[in-house]
């Protein structure tokens, strides 16, 4: 009995030193996180655009200045092109995404996503004034759940709209897949790298409409020619909890960070006052 005890001494003081080794280890490995990379697209205007100067400015830059300044902690903006954002941050080319990501199911099977800053709507838009006229203004928004049942009447009316007509559409985005979903077997799809040459085509005539967050669209209200949102706007839980900053799942505790810095932005209003002075709206979640 004793022998036996002795022993179950030994194995629990082993484990002891075990636990106690493997907790010292994992906070050495626990970055110290005291300045981080940043991709954005610094093309998808008013989020992220590029200035006059070169400078990448727009609603995400400003927000994450004022982010950075709170947690003390430099931070670097990178130019990058939608297509490589989340290679590159599974790669660790960057440390954090910032580019209007909304969060899906899907990208959170491979990425980790901090609590949302925004949440806005998706919206047909058109230039010829004939399929304007045909389509109406959007000034109706209408949430959809993402259930077939229940949206099933504004996608008719959609798919009514869009039959036998070409749709441009930004590759990979939370759009694209609705766009696809529902009607690829009665329109035409073009992808784009940037949404900036959707619109280039929307104008020129090339395709008979664009798909894209409304807030793209208001930031094109300005321009010779401009493009005009039709149809209806689409929010609700189709398109999840909103746009949030990206992280690999490795990095627990830089998310941590941002969310607690997100949480101080959205509590004193800071959020809010950017959104309306880059979106004339309030796109708070």
Avoid at 72 to 96: E, N, R, Y
Avoid at 133 to 160: C, F, H, N, W
Avoid at 218 to 246: C, N
Wanted: aromatic share 8%.
């Amino acid at each position: 009995m004793t022998t036996t005890r002795n022993n179950a001494l030994k194995k629990a003081a082993t484990l002891t030193l075990v636990g106690a080794a493997w907790l010292f280890l994992s906070a050495a490995q626990a970055k110290d996180w005291t300045a981080v990379t940043i991709a954005t697209e610094a093309a998808y205007a008013p989020w992220n655009l590029t200035l006059p100067n070169g400078q990448i400015g727009g609603f995400e830059p400003e927000l994450l200045a004022d982010l950075c300044a709170r947690m003390k902690m430099q931070c670097t903006l990178h130019s990058q092109d939608w297509d490589g954002m989340i290679p590159g941050l599974q790669a660790g080319k960057f440390d954090v995404l910032m580019d209007a990501i909304v969060i899906t199911p899907e990208r959170e099977k491979v990425i980790a996503f901090s609590r949302p800053y925004a949440a806005t709507q998706g919206v047909l838009a058109a230039a010829d004034p004939a399929l304007i006229a045909k389509a109406g203004l959007a000034t109706e928004m209408v949430k959809l759940s993402g259930d077939a049942q229940a949206d099933k009447p504004y996608i008719d009316k959609l798919r009514s709209l869009l039959d036998g007509k070409t749709i441009g559409i930004q590759s990979g985005t939370a759009y694209t897949q609705f766009v696809e979903d529902n009607f690829k077997d009665i329109a035409s799809i073009r992808e784009y790298k940037k949404s900036g040459e959707h619109v280039l085509d929307l104008q020129a005539g090339r395709i008979d409409f664009a798909f894209d967050d409304v807030t793209f669209f208001l930031s094109t209200a300005d321009v010779p020619d401009r493009v005009t949102m039709v149809g209806f706007k689409i929010g609700g839980p189709i398109w999840g909890p909103g746009e949030a900053l990206a992280f690999r799942q490795d990095a627990p505790e830089l998310k941590a960070r941002f969310d607690e810095a997100l949480g101080a932005a959205l509590a004193d209003g800071t959020v809010k006052r950017l959104s309306e002075k880059w979106f004339k709206a309030d796109i708070t979640p």
